[in-house]
């Protein structure tokens, strides 16, 4: 594939990241315009497979996303739904390209901590290859992706928004009075989200309850920094907090998904005629660290739920 094959056929117009007046839609205006110009300065590196480029690129389309359907009365609901609807689409496949890579990476620090005598048989191999194969395999649908003239309307439809928000019915109303208000829902769908949680017993429930309310932290965080751009410091503490609880949780998750990509491993290696005790040594430190993470979260939650008088 070419450098340039999955370029818009128009130049990307330029667009302020700085908001320009007062309104709500002007501050969300800003703040997705440099969601944009992040996501399309990832290209050539997403072309490349390159790790950092693929995190840019997701970060960028989790905070459109969430600015996009957070704010939904300062925008043209019918002209921003399906963008994120694409958005949704080009997540999941960054998702499976860069999930392996991190995996692989926390496998092969914990290998690298493990004494000599404790890594017993080709373990570094086998997760090199098995987490290297996933992200392969999903590089391909990513790259397909970017190569189609989808994902070119998509990126132009985004440059759009970015210089020119299309109004809602609410736009026209004062950003530090309106944003507040919007980010305040966001919060309450967290707060719901970690209550479940937290009156779940230990389990699989639990943990998916977690990986849920984990993705509600990051819309709370979102919604807090578009806010901030209006209320100031209050919003920003608050996104930093909600931050601290998103990665809590992360680490919660990633250490799970870890316990069962190794216990798939030890399987296979069982099968190979393989000593899997080093794998198995393995699981029992992720299921250690997930105990750490989600300790560690239930005391990022508890700073998260105090001080929000910004949000009225």
């Keep these: 594939m070419s450098g340039t094959s999955d370029a818009p056929s128009t130049p990307l117009p330029h667009a302020s990241a700085e908001p320009r007046d007062g309104t709500a839609r002007e501050h969300v205006r800003a703040y997705v315009a ?20 693929v995190h840019d690129a997701r970060v960028a389309t989790r905070r459109l996303r969430t600015a996009l359907g957070v704010f939904r009365p300062v925008l043209d609901r019918e002209r921003v739904e399906p963008l994120r609807d694409d958005l949704r689409a080009l997540g ?16 092969l620090r914990g290998l690298e901590r493990e004494p000599d005598e404790l890594v017993v048989g080709p373990v570094r ?34 440059a759009a928004l970015a210089e020119d928000l299309p109004a809602g019915p609410r736009a026209d109303e004062p950003a530090d009075r309106l944003l507040p208000r919007r980010a305040r829902r966001a919060w309450r769908r967290f707060d719901a989200a970690v209550g479940r949680a937290l009156a779940l017993p230990p389990g699989d429930a639990r943990d ?9 932290a990051r819309r709370a965080r979102y919604a807090s920094e578009v806010a ?28 799970r998904v870890r316990q069962a990509s190794l216990r798939r491993m030890a399987m296979e290696a069982h099968l190979d005629g393989q000593n899997t005790f080093t794998l198995g040594r393995l699981h029992g430190l992720a299921e250690a660290a997930a105990d750490a993470a989600e300790r560690e979260a239930v005391t990022a939650i508890d700073r998260a739920r105090r001080r929000r008088g910004w949000l009225g």
């Design 34 to 53: 440099a969601a944009v110009a992040a996501l399309v300065a990832a290209g050539p590196g997403l072309e490349a497979g390159e790790d950092d480029a």
């Design 92 to 107: 999941r496949l960054l998702g499976d390209v860069r999930d392996p890579a991190v995996e692989r990476d926390a496998l």
């Design 125 to 158: 191999t086998r997760v090199d290859d098995d987490r290297r194969a996933a992200r392969t395999t999903a590089l391909d649908p990513l790259r397909t992706h970017l190569a189609s003239g989808a994902h070119r309307r998509t990126l132009a439809a985004l």
């Design 208 to 216: 998916h309850a977690l990986h849920e309310a984990r993705k509600d």
């Design 228 to 255: 901030a751009s209006a209320v100031g410091r209050p919003a920003h503490r608050s996104a930093g907090r909600a931050k601290d609880v998103q990665s809590a949780l992360g680490d919660h998750h990633d250490a």
